[in-house]
């Protein structure tokens, strides 16, 4: 089975800190991918990763950042947090296959608290 | 651009009752349609998925038709119970890229 995991559950960080989220992969998956849940906007995708220091902005990069500098590890950082981050961040990874018949797996999220 | 529009919710039936979250689609060509569900405390996982029109995903006694005419993907299940309470999304994938468009999600409650 495919294992997703992020490194913690629930975060509590103070305005303007500097956050990172942290999300590895076990699968050997090319394709990796941060999202945040709100309620009632669904999920949004802030940035994806197709390979190796390859890097994508999604709907919504603004105030974020990401690293892959291995293919197992995708790390989303918060330059400078701010209260409107508060979210539940979702990272999910995917073989490449170009067809759309390879699924997301996503890790159970981290719940991240902007004072 | 590529969109996905889901009931909203939330919805609360009764053990056994049928299960209807309905699902529209706006994309150039002819996407591949998922649904996926989110348990609570959990991340989303893939319930089922339909690569082609008229294609049927069923998984776990869910069903949903790709219905190129009407652009939709309806799930439906005919006796839900309890442990089927979570949150419902419906997603597309949007060629020429690895990525997923997602519904805003339909929350439902099945109550004994």
């Known amino acids: 089975d495919v294992k997703v995991t992020q490194s913690s559950r629930y975060l509590v960080k103070r305005t303007g800190e500097k956050v990172f989220l942290e999300c590895v992969q076990d699968?050997?998956?090319?394709?990796m991918f941060w999202y945040r849940q709100d309620p009632g906007l669904g999920l949004r995708l802030i940035y994806f990763s197709y390979d190796v220091k390859m890097k994508e902005k999604g709907d919504i990069p603004e105030g974020y950042s990401v690293s892959r500098e291995k293919k197992e590890r995708f790390s989303l950082i918060l330059e400078s947090a701010s209260t409107n981050q508060t979210s539940m961040y979702l990272c999910?990874?995917?073989?490449?296959?170009?067809?759309?018949?390879?699924?997301?797996?996503f890790g159970n999220g981290t719940r991240l608290t902007v004072t | 651009g590529d969109s996905v529009t889901q009931m909203e919710g939330p919805v609360t039936l009764s053990e056994e009752a049928f299960l209807t979250i309905n699902c529209t689609y706006t994309a150039t060509g002819y996407p591949s349609l998922f649904w996926y569900v989110q348990y609570p405390g959990e991340g989303l996982q893939l319930l089922l998925k339909a690569t082609k029109a008229d294609d049927k995903g069923s998984n776990k006694g869910f069903e949903a038709t790709y219905r190129k005419e009407t652009t939709s993907f309806h799930l439906e299940k005919g006796s839900v119970q309890v442990s089927d309470s979570a949150v419902y999304f419906c997603a597309l994938f949007q060629g020429g890229s690895e990525k997923l468009v997602f519904g805003k999600g339909t929350k439902l409650t099945v109550n004994p």
């Open positions: 999910a990874s995917s073989l490449a296959s170009g067809l759309g018949n390879s699924p997301l797996h």
């Open positions: 699968m050997d998956h090319e394709n």
